[in-house]
């Protein structure tokens, strides 16, 4: 029997769940709105009939540039059940990317939602290019709005259908390695990988869990677009909370209770260095040795960061430190990593009880086949697999084997119980003068789970050996200039690097570190949109103070 197709889920859920609420909206002043399955599906209804009004063609690609929002996947739907494709655009992304991905896709109208910084994008919108927006979209723009168009529409009659192999998304990766490529998903390839994650959610929560979630990583992102909407959609139970801005982060979280929160390395780091800058990590590790005492001290730190109720914890997009699942594990959080990526919707691996080893990323989910080349590298073939990259045949060519398995340019290795280790990413990998070469990725994990170094970058191409830049804590930037904590920080760094230099390969040691002398993020180019380092753009920043470095005698260096 062929697997339903989301939208048939969908209909059923607005049939048999119509009052059951699916998505909380803050909007602003302590104020939320909540919609029910009947009411979500009322909007993205009206909606459909009036972008089928504009007699757009069939398939056509419809643009959303927006942070996450209920109307992000009303919008999705309508656009589902009007018979065209969905192109999200990051909502943080520059106006040359906005152009690129609108005029590359030939997008055929652009939804405009909720935004930090639309005048800065405004200018990549191509002249002529038909617009919405959302209620929550920026101020004074002069655009037709979701509300003004849903009020003067009928609901779309009936249960529109799509075939399994129409376009269903057209996901542009985050460009962390130079232009985004446009990865193609069909229905049938995103229902399955939906419905295959939210079985096994059902597995890791329980069946009878009312799912709580809180969205707030980038939907135009595979990770939250498969694992939170995608899921929820699927299972028809799980009701989607939606941050209203990152100063109220924390009442978001204390608002939606999730009973399963998903995360990127970068800040489930944070949330660690948060926790120690406030409790010295000796006296709490002491604390939680201590039977009773410490598990209310674990609930205590759970509570503190909104965690209390999370069943499952999931951390995904990049790797983590494994020491640093072992600290949540520690304070009685089931954090379980997984590994995936955009082009199978993110459905390839992830751990779960009895498969969750910190330092490896679990086991194939169910339906997906995964082996390793001759060199080490693993090759996956997916329910969720795409189709395709958009306009790119000679980028399909490459990434496909001879017998269809998609080739990840990641290494790794497998144990006795089909676990997975991610070893490095190959096209990462580079040769010093010792004419050998390094893995960044496993170095970087080991600086990382340190907890006064929020990121790092390992490299040293052709030069005598490898050295990291690493990037302080955020709550040790502010006071890096003062002479106290430079000794500190002096002192750990220099163990630091000695331990790691113990522990590897002669041609893999450091000959130093170099802190940082300013943060790296989204804004600045540093950062992809999930928080993932530009390796190219800070080693090209970089590469006129190399020379200096490798002529200085210290240990650490400040930039």
């Known amino acids: ?50 972008l089928q009004s504009l007699g757009l063609p069939k398939g056509a690609r419809v643009a959303m540039l927006s942070k996450n929002c209920a109307h992000f996947v009303m919008a999705e ?40 910084t639309w005048p800065h994008q405004k200018p990549g919108v191509p002249a002529g290019l038909p617009q919405i927006a959302f209620p929550l979209a920026p101020d004074n723009h002069g655009l037709p709005t979701w509300d003004e168009i849903v009020s003067r529409n009928q ?51 329980g069946k009878d869990t009312q799912n709580r979630v ?25 009701q989607i909370f939606f941050a209203e801005t990152l100063d109220t982060f924390l009442a978001d979280l204390q608002r939606a209770r999730p009973t399963l929160f998903i995360s990127v390395p970068r800040l489930w780091l944070k949330f660690y ?21 410490g598990k209310i001290v674990a609930k205590k730190v759970r509570t503190g960061l909104g965690l209390d109720h ?75 697999q795409l189709v395709g990259y958009y306009k790119r045949p000679d980028l399909d060519a490459e990434v496909f084997t001879a017998d269809g398995y998609f080739r990840t340019g990641d290494l790794g290795e497998f144990n006795s119980k089909k676990m997975l280790k991610l070893t490095g990413r190959a096209k990462e990998m580079f040769k010093t003068a010792k004419g050998k070469y390094v893995a960044p990725a496993p170095i970087e994990n080991r600086i990382n789970s340190h907890p006064m170094i929020e990121l790092s970058l390992v490299s040293g191409v052709g030069q005598p050996a490898a050295y990291a830049v690493v990037l302080l804590a955020e709550h040790l930037r502010p ?55 530009k390796r190219m753009k800070i080693e090209k920043m970089l590469e006129p103070e190399l020379d200096r470095w490798y002529g200085d005698k210290q240990k650490v260096l400040w930039q």
Request: proline share 6%; glycine share 8%.
């Open 1 to 50: 029997m062929a697997q339903p197709l989301l939208l048939d889920l969908i209909y059923n859920h607005e049939k048999n769940l119509a009052d059951k609420v699916f998505l909380t909206q803050p909007i602003g002043n302590g104020q939320i709105v909540d919609y029910t399955w009947k009411q979500t599906m009322d909007q993205a209804r009206r909606m459909a009939t009036h």
């Open 77 to 116: 739907l309508a656009i589902w059940m009007a018979g065209y494709t969905t192109v999200a655009i990051f909502p943080t992304e520059t106006a040359e990317t906005v152009r690129y991905v609108l005029e590359h896709s030939e997008a055929s109208l652009l939804f405009v939602g909720k935004l930090d």
């Open 155 to 205: 609901p779309l009659a009936g249960q529109p259908a799509r075939a399994a192999s129409d376009l269903g998304l057209l996901m542009y990766t985050s460009g962390s390695t130079g232009t985004p490529k446009g990865v193609m998903h069909s229905f049938e390839r995103f229902s399955a990988a939906s419905a295959g994650i939210a079985a096994y959610l059902q597995e890791q929560l």
């Open 214 to 238: 809180l969205s707030y990583l980038p939907l135009s992102h595979i990770f939250e677009r498969s694992w939170i909407e995608g899921a929820a959609l699927a299972d028809g139970r799980t």
């Open 273 to 293: 260095q948060g926790v120690l800058s406030k409790m010295p990590a000796q006296k709490l590790e002491r604390m939680l040795k201590i039977p009773i005492l």
């Open 310 to 384: 999370v069943l499952m914890a999931g951390s995904g997009s990049a790797p983590i430190p494994p020491d640093l699942i072992a600290w949540y594990r520690r304070i009685g959080l089931k954090l379980f990593e997984g590994y995936a990526m955009t082009e199978d919707c993110a459905y390839s691996f992830s751990s779960k009880d009895g498969f969750a080893e910190p330092g490896y990323v679990g086991v194939a989910l169910p339906g997906v086949q995964a082996k390793l080349s001759p060199e080490g590298e693993i090759l996956i073939k997916s329910p969720g």
């Open 479 to 533: 006071k890096q200039h003062e002479a106290a904590v430079r000794q500190q920080v002096q002192a750990e760094l220099t163990k630091l690097l000695n331990d790691i230099n113990a522990s590897v390969a002669d041609y893999e040691q450091l000959k130093m570190f170099v802190v940082a002398r300013e943060p790296w993020s989204i804004e600045n180019g540093m950062l992809t949109p999930t928080m993932k380092i």
